[in-house]
């Protein structure tokens, strides 16, 4: 059975295309994650930790060794209060 050849070049221009999605969708993902890999079935655990490193550090991938928090961390709570009348 002969190959038809003019078939290729739309085949590999397919294929180099959805390469370059991909990588450049990796390469965002990445980006925003402090060049870790994404995330994925974050349980409410490790969702709460993130939102503690997001405090500490401002960004919700970013981790801290320092013992002593930053300024306005002790009223940056995510627990809401009641008013007491």
């Known amino acids: 059975m002969p190959v038809p050849w003019e078939a290729l ?9 959805f390469g370059a999605a991909g990588t450049l969708f990796n390469v965002s993902t990445r980006a925003q994650n402090l060049g870790k890999p994404g995330r994925y079935g974050v349980d409410k655990w490790e969702d709460m930790m993130m939102r503690r490193d997001e405090r500490l550090t ?25 008013r007491v009348a």
């Open 58 to 82: 401002g960004h919700r991938r970013g981790q801290t060794s320092d013992p002593t928090p930053p300024p306005g961390y002790e009223i940056s709570s995510v627990w809401e209060t009641e």
């Open 9 to 17: 070049l739309p085949f590999g221009l397919v294929t180099v295309m």
